[in-house]
């Protein structure tokens, strides 16, 4: 059989066609972002769009060859890959330029490259590889830290240039590993983590500790069955803790309501353990357990946000509306949400937009394009946008499902997990429901690092994927 | 296949809910919610308020006296504005870099969103500097809006001044917004509306340095401003300047009133002070220094300003007498320098005696008048004193007395002809006599009234009977032609003759002769009012000629002793001015005397 004829048949054409349209759209709304009257043309190589029409050449350019490459390639250097780029990982911190204070450029002949944007097709390469080795458990101890380590030194090296939204992208990884078996509870602690992370610096201690021991009443409640027993363990708490008030008037102790609290919960936590039945009592311990970590979260997270750069705490204060001032640091969302949601049901029309074109809004062909999309486009064309990026990823899905190979499989999630990770947060700093962490969207966001990166990361996958009959698990 | 397969359903859920989370969202921002919409306008769009220009002020002749000149404001968006260079900013515009902090801090109090003026009233050549360097300032914009320019040089008075609008204003007229300018006083205060003009707008797309992109939609929402009216006053601009002059150095007014149509020809309050003084960078520190001046130039003599009227009142009192029947032109009676009433002496000066009712106009004779005021107030058709009172209070108001006369200053004072109420709690009793109120007989005691009512009353008696509403502007319309009405007064025609011939003779061989002309029969009446507080004030009202008056005129000179010493020669001189066109040899002394007489210092 003629293998360019077998090539052909065997492509996912669908997603290539989905590839194309987005890589389009991106374009035209990078064109009407920063249009200008003086520079009409779209192929104008002086201005953005122009550029990223080369971008897109040369990216088409590079989705060939990668086609072209026999797929055993990918499986076959997937290390050595991922060796040379965390070696210029660590080469860009050595010798990369420094833009908006991150280190994380090599500048070539007038054209910058961003090492950290090629680091994700190669650690999905990498982590392909070790998951889907002969005897792979996800649940094995020694299994979780191969993987781990994997994912930890792109981002930790990522993390020093210091680019915490490209670092953030490896968590998307998780997905990968719950779905190669990584236990459920795992998922369910890190949205826990996520949700007690807001609510700490959302709300005040006291009211979080109290909310995660509301939460240890019930499933206790859920596991025993029996609820006079409840009333008294309430009743227990509730004595412990004014006794606790009563002792710290007496002896003007120094603690502050939070502690008391807890030392009320740690001694209703002894007492209940040695006075209950041990019925259910593994489950009981559990309850207990999970509820100390959720307060070590807790405890955790107020420490942590003190380390985070005063950028990121801003962007994480404004995400949930802690601190309002508009002109400062909340000021891109705000602009941000006023050129979408001027854009109406049907959008003010291509190269009509106002807000991104006069550069209210910040960064407008990079993080923020997708201002753009919704100002012009309005919520239909938002919503088409939307949509065809879900689709696509759930594409990307199908595809992998359908692999015979582990290595192609676990790559096709990759490829789907990060992508989705791209969108979900990108679209979401911009109308405001997740934190403005910086990482651009994939094929809209102006950047050649970007779209090659995306490219290359699809590209391998349809590869791997047009291959699949050829593979025998 | 393998055992977690299921999985990939946990796995597209979370993505799909994440996604229709995100649908909802934005249905919400773009669709349900229209504040962004707002924002977005606000955001992109500036209106650009085009000012009108302000009517123009010409004079009866067509002088132009007023106008308008270009000056810019130094607005800024505080939100647009980044770090720049200070020094260079103070040092175009010639402030202090402490005075420029404060107008900062000021605007930013304002607003961070909207414009606000940073420095106003920018001079041509700053603003030429200003222009070249205004890139490197973003958040600064220059506008464009037109100021005061005068073509005298006094005269302040008349035409009043331009502020910045108040916020009360603003909240009373939404025409209004801060940093506009609105007359103050005079005639700018009170034909504000017709001068002012409709703003214009014209909508701009901007950037977020708020640089202009162009008009929103080619200007089909742009208004064009349309310019205020213009207002022709009824001065006579050269008898204004002549008479300006003549009262430099003196305190006091004069007003002429052309009899038969009300025009005011002239009015001079003084001192005055150049309205120029008031337009500017220097306007603050000129009108602290106008604040200060202890004779008082912010205030209008001429209307708000009420002095005794004196014996020019005995005009009214002869009138009155007449009309009352209670005298005749031929009743005499005596005075050796005074007369006793009922053991209250009337002082007097020397003249022949006894004297009829010319005679006593000639010479001012104050007993005489007491004795009129006295057959009035004793008139037997009145149950009393106190009775007949009313009736005479009711004949000095028709000559336009103790109310406002003139529609067209907003600061005129009615001045005060008293109540008989008034004397009851003065003299705590209603049984009062004439010798108790005699004073006012001779113009003195507690009746006050404006420079421009004693010329309205010559007027009146040039008029032989009424007065024209006087007024400043002439009408540009229905509605302010309405305002100008004839007031007759309560007294026959025929009994202002006699009156008029001890006018005549007044100026020919009595009181008023420094006021006398060769070429007019002017009439006219001196007088010479107490003043306990230093010397005596002069007063002369007169008009001119005795058939067809063309000119009624009253000129009040504070400290100016005796009437005849400085008000009658001021006001011959003025006529003369008026109806002649020039000045008399015979008179250059007496003009050189006037100009350089000082009362002030």
Known sequence: MNRRSDLLTNLDWLSIGMYTLLVLLGWLNIYAAVFDDTHSKIWDVTQQYGKQMLWIGTGIVLAGVILLTDSKFFTAFSFVIYGLTIGTLVAVLLFGIRVNGQVGWFELGGVRVQPAEFAKFATALAIANVMSRHGFKMMRFSSLLQVGLLLAIPAGLILLQPDTGSALVYGSFLLVMYREGLHGSILLLCCITIALFIFTLLYSPLAVFGIIIGGALLAFLYYRQNKQELYRILIFLVFCFVFGMFLRWLLKLPVSDNRLLLYAYLLTNIVGVFFVYRRKMKQILLVILASWLCIGATITVDYVFEKLQPHQQDRINNLLGIETDLTGAGYNVHQSKIAIGSGGFLGKGFLEGTQTKFNFVPEQSTDFIFCTVGEEWGFVGSTVVILLFMAFILRMIQLAERQRSDFSRIYGYAVACILFFHVAINIGMTIGVAPVIGIPLPFFSYGGSSLWAFTILIFIFLRLDANRLQVFS | ?601
């Open chain 2, 1 to 601: 296949m393998n055992k977690f397969t299921h999985r990939r359903a946990v796995i597209s859920g979370i993505m799909i809910c994440i996604f229709a989370v995100y649908i909802i969202r934005l249905f919400y921002l773009q669709v349900m919610d229209d504040s962004y919409k707002m924002s977005a306008i606000n955001n992109s769009q500036r209106v650009e308020v085009q000012y009108p220009a302000r009517g123009l002020i010409f004079d009866r002749n067509n002088t132009l006296l007023v106008y308008n000149q270009a000056a810019y404001d130094l607005m800024i968006i505080p939100r647009q504005m980044q770090a720049f260079d200070t020094t260079e900013l103070t040092s175009i515009l010639g402030i202090t870099k402490e005075s420029l902090v404060k107008s900062l801090e000021r605007c930013k109090r304002y607003s961070r969103y909207k414009a606000s003026s940073l420095v106003s009233q920018i001079t041509d050549n700053k603003y030429a500097m200003l222009q070249e360097k205004l890139y490197k300032y973003p958040g600064f914009f220059i506008q464009t809006r037109t100021l005061r320019k005068y073509n005298i040089s006094h005269s302040a008075d008349v035409f009043g001044y331009i502020g910045e609008v108040s916020s009360a204003q603003i909240e009373r007229d939404s025409s209004y917004a801060p940093g506009d300018y609105i007359g103050v006083n005079g005639l700018e205060k009170s034909y504000e509306q017709v001068l002012k003009g409709t703003k214009g707008k014209k909508i701009l797309l901007v950037d977020n340095y708020n640089r202009t992109k162009g008009s929103l939609k080619d200007g089909a929402y742009d208004e064009p401003a349309v310019v205020g009216g213009n207002l022709t006053t009824t001065l006579d601009i050269r008898l204004q300047e002549y008479a300006y002059h003549l009262m430099q150095n003196k305190k006091g007014g004069v007003i002429a009133i052309e009899p038969a149509t009300g025009e005011i020809l002239l009015k001079v309050s003084s001192p005055g002070f150049d309205p120029q003084w008031l337009v500017g960078l220097e306007r603050g520190t000129n009108y602290a220094k106008l604040q200060q001046n202890p004779n008082l130039p912010l205030f209008d003599r001429t209307v708000m300003a009420t002095y005794p009227p004196g014996s020019i009142f005995k005009t009214i009192m002869g009138l009155i007498g007449l009309q009352e029947g209670v005298i005749t032109p031929a009743s005499k009676f005596e005075c050796y320098g005074g007369a006793s009433f009922n053991g209250r002496f009337m002082s007097c000066h020397n003249h022949p005696s006894p004297l009829d009712l010319r005679g006593a106009i000639q010479h001012s004779c104050n007993p005489y008048f007491v004795n009129v005021f006295r057959r009035i107030l004793e008139n037997s058709r009145y149950k009393g004193v106190r009775d007949a009172y009313d009736p005479w209070r009711d004949q000095v108001m028709s000559f336009g007395l103790g109310q406002q006369i003139c529609p067209d200053f907003l600061n005129e004072l009615p001045g005060s002809i008293p109540t008989r109420e008034h004397y009851d709690r003065e003299f705590k009793t209603q049984n009062w006599y004439y010798t108790y109120v005699m004073s006012l007989a001779i113009g003195q005691g507690a009746l006050l009234m404006t420079p421009l009512q004693m010329a309205n009353i010559v007027s009146c008696i040039a008029n032989r009977g009424y007065y024209i509403t006087p007024h400043i502007v002439r009408p540009m319309d229905q509605e302010h032609a309405a305002r100008i009405k004839k007031h007759p007064v309560n007294i026959k025609s025929s009994y202002f003759e006699c009156i008029i011939d001890g006018m005549e003779n007044a100026v020919k061989a009595g009181t008023g002769r420094n006021a006398a002309s060769d070429s007019v029969v002017i009439c006219g009446k001196t007088g010479t009012i107490q003043n306990p507080h230093g010397e005596d004030h002069s007063a002369f009202f007169a008009f001119a000629p005795r058939e067809n008056p063309q000119i009624a005129i009253l000129v009040y000179v504070e400290n100016g002793e005796w009437g005849s010493s400085y008000a009658a020669p001021i006001a011959g001189l003025l006529i003369e001015q008026y109806l002649t066109g020039t000045v008399p040899e015979r008179k250059n002394a007496l003009e050189k005397r006037m100009l350089e007489a000082n009362l002030i210092d």
